[in-house]
């Protein structure tokens, strides 16, 4: 009964905190929501074989005729439109796509972006893992912030969970963390562990609650968005 009035709780305060979304473009193949004032989340779908069409979300923070992209949807064209909608609904010049770690639902649509000469920012290990992959990326720190359109954003690896290379990206002044694949959403399972870290995964969601105590929306890289209990749920999933 005490668990399950835990998930219950859990529950509710996911659907809470999704009250606050609004969707703001929506096609066959992309959706894009607003979770803040100046943050999006953009889902996109990925086939696997051992899934199914699968949801995969990424980050979009908008301010002042500039934008960020963190994680490119996995095919070329729906990166194109996330592009086009971007730059001719939305008036804004992309600054940057950054992946959050080097698997396909992150780094697949990536040409688009650089076909329009949009910089890729991959943290240097995503950079040697991609290495192989003919994807051509800047390598940058572990950590590293920029300032899109007067909006303060970071970039921060914690350490090793679902890769080695997972980074999150915070937006402070909205108090939104997009955790990627690093965090799981309410009641998900573990999913894809083929270069995962187990022993190192709820240490290091640890060390990312720790970071970032005042944080209001969290945005998993698969599944619905929640609050700071999705930190929770994925320390206490790989314990």
Same mark, same amino acid.
């Given at each position: ?42 889902? @996109? ?17 908008? @301010? ?7 994680? @490119? ?9 996330? $592009? ?5 609904? !939305?008036?804004? !010049? ?72 997972? $980074? ?66 994925? $320390?206490?999933?790989?314990?």
């Amino acid at each position: 009964m005490r668990k399950m009035m835990c998930v219950l709780l859990m529950v509710l305060a996911v659907l809470a905190c999704n009250t606050n979304e609004e969707t703001v473009y929506k096609s066959d193949n992309l959706s894009i929501k607003k979770v803040g004032p100046h943050s999006y989340v953009h889902t @996109s779908f990925l086939n696997t074989e051992q899934w199914g069409k699968v949801p995969c979300n990424g980050l979009l923070v908008l @301010s002042e005729g500039k934008a960020l992209v963190c994680d @490119s949807p996995s095919e070329q064209a729906v990166a194109e439109e996330l $592009i086009n909608w971007i730059e001719n609904e !939305k008036e804004a !010049k992309i600054q940057a796509m950054v992946p959050t770690h080097f698997h396909v639902d992150c780094i697949g649509g990536a040409q688009a972006f650089i076909n329009k000469r949009i910089p890729v920012l991959a943290y240097e290990k995503t950079q040697e893992l991609l290495k192989d992959k003919d994807v051509a990326v800047r390598a940058v720190p572990g950590t590293f912030e920029m300032i899109i359109g007067g909006r303060e954003v970071e970039c921060r690896y914690f350490g090793a969970g679902h890769t080695i290379d997972n $980074i999150v990206v915070s937006v402070p002044g909205d108090e939104v963390l997009f955790g990627g694949c690093l965090v799981k959403a309410a009641g998900a399972k573990k999913g894809n562990l083929e270069d995962a870290n187990e022993a190192a995964w709820s240490g290091t969601v640890q060390k990312v609650a720790e970071a970032y105590p005042t944080v209001k929306t969290v945005i998993p890289g698969h599944g619905a968005t929640g609050g700071k209990e999705l930190l929770d749920y994925t $320390i206490t999933l790989f314990k």
